[in-house]
């Protein structure tokens, strides 16, 4: 499995803008790592972006999207100033219900909203809205269950998983067969490196991304969290990469 990512570095507009180029049965994903929670990844000519927000720089180099996924209505997941600077004229959105109530200015015949726990397609790939949220469930949850989706992509032979803020929750930990995950883990928004090094370990994916792991005090510890990881489980390939690049 170690072999099966390649990084690449592309110069792009005086700025080097990185490619993790994952190998599957019907061609490659490519992952860009972009800033916070953000991300894009291309497949078979398409594009998706996750997330987009930091503005439109962050996508230089890049393909308009055919796919946008968002999580959640706070700024860091649904950025209209982003969306705005951003060609999504051809784009199809997926978004949790909460989003689309929020997405004035977007065509609503490109919008799909999909429930927890529910499944679509888009041109072959499916994609299955998981839970997100804080625990314990309550009235002062910043993110109460329901509202954001996390997200299952299945490409090819590969399960992408991008956990959306969420602490480490059943549904998280219950996860099987996960090829590459995008964990989150910043508090007081989401989880510690011990919550997340404990849900991780629980369901073994492949490969792991901590990412979205700015809070209140900083950057969370990542490389603690790795330690932890691989301390219990050196078959758990934790992928440190960098998501703040103006830090």
């Given at each position: 499995?170690?072999?099966l990512l390649i990084i690449v570095f592309t110069l792009l507009s005086s700025s080097l803008l990185a490619q993790e180029v994952i190998s599957t049965t019907k061609g490659?994903?490519?992952?860009?790592?972009?800033?916070?929670?953000?991300?894009?990844?291309?497949?078979?000519?398409?594009?998706?972006?996750?997330?987009?927000?930091?503005?439109?720089?962050?996508?230089?180099?890049?393909?308009?999207?055919?796919?946008?996924?968002?999580?959640?209505?706070?700024?860091?997941?649904?950025?209209?100033?982003?969306?705005?600077?951003?060609?999504?004229?051809?784009?199809?959105?997926?978004?949790?219900?909460?989003?689309?109530?929020?997405?004035?200015?977007?065509?609503?015949?490109?919008?799909?909203?999909?429930?927890?726990?529910?499944?679509?397609?888009?041109?072959?790939?499916?994609?299955?809205?998981?839970?997100?949220?804080?625990?314990?469930?309550?009235?002062?949850?910043?993110?109460?269950?329901?509202?954001?989706?996390?997200?299952?992509?299945?490409?090819?032979?590969?399960?992408?998983?991008?956990?959306?803020?969420?602490?480490?929750?059943?549904?998280?930990?219950?996860?099987?067969?996960?090829?590459?995950?995008?964990?989150?883990?910043?508090?007081?928004?989401?989880?510690?490196?011990?919550?997340?090094?404990?849900?991780?370990?629980?369901?073994?994916?492949?490969?792991?991304?901590?990412?979205?792991?700015?809070?209140?005090?900083?950057?969370?510890?990542?490389?603690?969290?790795?330690?932890?990881?691989?301390?219990?489980?050196?078959?758990?390939?934790?992928?440190?990469?960098?998501?703040?690049?103006?830090?």
């Amino acid at each position: 499995m170690k072999n099966l990512l390649i990084i690449v570095f592309t110069l792009l507009s005086s700025s080097l803008l990185a490619q993790e180029v994952i190998s599957t049965t019907k061609g490659n994903i490519t992952i860009h790592p972009i800033v916070h929670g953000t991300l894009a990844i291309e497949y078979d000519g398409m594009t998706i972006y996750v997330d987009p927000y930091g503005g439109a720089e962050g996508f230089e180099g890049l393909n308009d999207a055919d796919l946008i996924l968002i999580t959640d209505i706070h700024g860091d997941h649904l950025n209209k100033e982003t969306l705005e600077a951003l060609n999504t004229s051809k784009s199809h959105f997926i978004v949790p219900q909460a989003v689309a109530d929020q997405l004035g200015g977007i065509d609503n015949a490109k919008i799909e909203t999909l429930d927890n726990d529910k499944s679509t397609t888009f041109k072959g790939i499916e994609i299955t809205a998981l839970p997100m949220y804080n625990l314990p469930e309550n009235e002062e949850s910043r993110h109460p269950k329901g509202r954001g989706n996390g997200y299952l992509l299945n490409i090819a032979d590969k399960v992408i998983y991008i956990s959306g803020d969420t602490e480490d929750i059943p549904e998280m930990r219950a996860l099987q067969n996960i090829d590459i995950a995008f964990v989150c883990m910043n508090i007081p928004y989401t989880m510690t490196i011990n919550q997340a090094s404990d849900a991780v370990l629980a369901f073994k994916p492949t490969i792991v991304y901590p990412f979205h792991f700015r809070g209140q005090g900083g950057l969370a510890d990542v490389e603690k969290f790795k330690s932890i990881v691989n301390a219990k489980n050196e078959n758990i390939e934790v992928r440190i990469r960098n998501w703040y690049p103006k830090n």
